[in-house]
């Protein structure tokens, strides 16, 4: 089979895709709160429990995609997977998912090779967290045709990602990064909120191509 049959909407929206998605999605979201568990620990003791919902960037972004999944395994089951179900929350979450799991794939992967690149060594975890954070923001992208969201869920999802990014570097509670990376948390703020508008942009962008794709079809 062709590289195009494997990325079809077909393939992506066959039962054994998604089932396979949803459990790296799922495990990969327990292991990541894991990964935070000392900063959310560290946040709620020394500043305030309310900031908690902002520390875990990326576990988060793929908790929004295990929702993604579930509602297509839900539509796949009750053979409507042609006609999904709409509804507000669904394309909250779609828009949610879409921004921040591009946009902390490719955070997470920025993040590490700068450390790298200014000195950090190289372990098998940083290549495992490569691979997984590329794969959240394929994902996102790959999966632009099944999605419902339309502008407000964008305008409610940026609102978010945004304040997200308010906390964390106003507040102080952005995801501890190499050591190497310390003195340079000014630049990896500009990076991070120029990153967020990005995610944002192509979210609206992709919207665009699949309506377009949608009136294609009818």
Same mark, same amino acid.
């Given at each position: 089979?062709?590289?195009?049959?494997?990325?079809?909407?077909?393939?992506?929206?066959?039962?054994?895709?998604?089932?396979? +998605?949803?459990?790296? /999605?799922?495990?990969?979201?327990?292991?990541?709160?894991?990964?935070?568990?000392?900063?959310?620990?560290?946040?709620?003791?020394?500043?305030?429990? @309310?900031? +908690?919902?902002? @520390?875990?960037?990326?576990?988060?972004?793929? +908790?929004?995609?295990?929702?993604?999944?579930?509602?297509?395994?839900?539509?796949?089951?009750?053979?409507?997977?042609?006609?999904?179900?709409?509804?507000?929350?669904?394309?909250?979450?779609?828009?949610?998912?879409?921004?921040?799991?591009?946009?902390?794939? #490719?955070?997470?992967?920025?993040?590490?090779?700068?450390?790298?690149?200014?000195?950090?060594?190289? /372990?098998?975890?940083?290549?495992?967290?490569? #691979?997984?954070?590329?794969?959240?923001?394929?994902?996102?992208?790959?999966?632009?045709?099944?999605?419902?969201?339309?502008? /407000?869920?964008?305008? @409610?999802?940026?609102?978010?990602?945004?304040? /997200?990014?308010?906390?964390?570097?106003? #507040?102080?509670?952005?995801?501890?990064?190499?050591?190497?990376?310390?003195?340079?948390?000014?630049? @990896?703020?500009?990076?991070?909120?120029?990153?967020?508008? #990005?995610?944002?942009? +192509?979210?609206?962008?992709?919207?665009?191509?699949?309506?377009?794709?949608?009136?294609?079809?009818?």
């Amino acid at each position: 089979m062709s590289i195009r049959t494997y990325v079809s909407k077909a393939f992506l929206s066959s039962r054994f895709m998604l089932w396979t +998605l949803f459990w790296v /999605n799922f495990l990969g979201t327990i292991y990541g709160y894991q990964w935070y568990w000392k900063q959310l620990v560290y946040t709620a003791e020394t500043m305030s429990p @309310v900031y +908690l919902p902002f @520390v875990p960037d990326s576990p988060t972004a793929s +908790l929004f995609f295990t929702g993604v999944i579930t509602y297509l395994l839900i539509d796949s089951y009750k053979n409507r997977s042609q006609s999904p179900k709409r509804s507000r929350f669904r394309s909250l979450i779609e828009a949610l998912a879409l921004i921040t799991s591009f946009k902390y794939g #490719v955070w997470a992967v920025s993040m590490i090779w700068a450390g790298v690149y200014q000195g950090d060594s190289v /372990n098998w975890q940083d290549w495992m967290l490569t #691979v997984s954070h590329l794969g959240m923001a394929a994902e996102a992208i790959l999966y632009m045709r099944v999605y419902t969201y339309r502008v /407000n869920a964008i305008i @409610v999802a940026a609102l978010w990602t945004l304040w /997200n990014d308010y906390m964390d570097y106003t #507040v102080g509670v952005f995801p501890w990064l190499p050591a190497s990376l310390d003195d340079d948390i000014p630049i @990896v703020a500009a990076f991070t909120v120029q990153l967020s508008f #990005v995610s944002i942009i +192509l979210a609206w962008v992709l919207m665009k191509i699949r309506r377009l794709m949608e009136k294609r079809q009818v």
